[in-house]
């Protein structure tokens, strides 16, 4: 087995790949259905629930599980954050694209890049405790999408998803840089 495929594995990037391609299936299979929640007024639709649950899923390449290998890693730390970042929003993409094909339009299917943007800034902060803030993100998300006068009120503009894109990347790989500067020289030492 080869090396890089000994790190995609370590990442989970396998299985993040086929979590995405598992909920790009279902957002086809499950399109025009509507889903009941408690403490929601209506039904909801079955689409609005793929974001929330890609930033939920698809974030493990995120979560450093393997620490003391990611510090021996050969390549530079700053490089293998971000191929981590980039790990993650391929496996979106997949998701991305099955909701624009499932009659949504492509600027509502960015709000998985916004989500999974929101997952990269709160793996920064918090690690594998990523899912409390995307929780949260989730019911604001389907409470808002309950209250929507017009589809067109839940695009995304592409500037603005590229943008989220841009700044979570930096803080994602910025707050890792320094976490792992704190690890290898600590105050006081």
Do not use: K, N
């Not at 259905?33 to 793929?50: Q, R, T």
């Not at 405790?129 to 808002?144: C, D, F, I, K, T």
């Not at 803080?171 to 690890?183: D, P, S």
């Amino acid at each position: 087995m080869s090396s890089r495929l000994a790190v995609a594995r370590a990442w989970g990037v396998p299985r993040t790949l086929l979590l995405a391609l598992l909920l790009a299936g279902m957002a086809q299979f499950v399109a025009t259905s509507y889903v009941g929640m408690p403490s929601f007024e209506a039904e909801i639709p079955a689409l609005d629930l793929v974001p929330p649950a890609a930033a939920l899923v698809l974030a493990a390449p995120l979560v450093d599980q393997t620490p003391d290998l990611t510090l021996r890693a050969g390549r530079p730390l700053g490089q293998v954050l971000l191929l981590r970042y980039v790990a993650t929003h391929t496996a979106g993409a997949i998701v991305v694209a099955s909701l624009a094909l499932s009659g949504w339009s492509f600027e509502r299917s960015l709000v998985v890049v916004l989500f999974l943007a929101g997952s990269a800034v709160a793996a920064a902060g918090l690690g594998a405790w990523h899912w409390v803030p995307m929780m949260a993100g989730s019911y604001v998300w389907l409470l808002r999408s309950q209250h929507l006068d017009d589809l067109d009120d839940a695009d995304v503009p592409v500037a603005a998803a590229a943008a989220a894109l841009v700044a979570a990347g930096v803080i994602y790989v910025c707050a890792g840089l320094y976490r792992t500067h704190r690890t290898r020289c600590p105050r006081g030492g």
